[in-house]
């Protein structure tokens, strides 16, 4: 099992009609468009 040892908060902005085209453009300008995108939970262990 794959434990996070680090973790990071970015935030990006992506504006247009489809849905998935301004999800791209959000990565595009957090800067993580060419990273794997795993969905995990949003709750951290204290």
Do not use: C, Q, W, Y
């Not at 009609?17 to 709750?43: C, P, T, Y």
């Amino acid at each position: 099992m794959f434990v996070s040892k680090k973790i990071f908060l970015t935030k990006g902005v992506g504006r247009h009609r489809e849905k998935l085209n301004s999800f791209e453009m959000a990565l595009r300008d957090a800067g993580i468009a060419h990273f794997n995108i795993v969905r995990v939970s949003s709750i951290f262990p204290p």
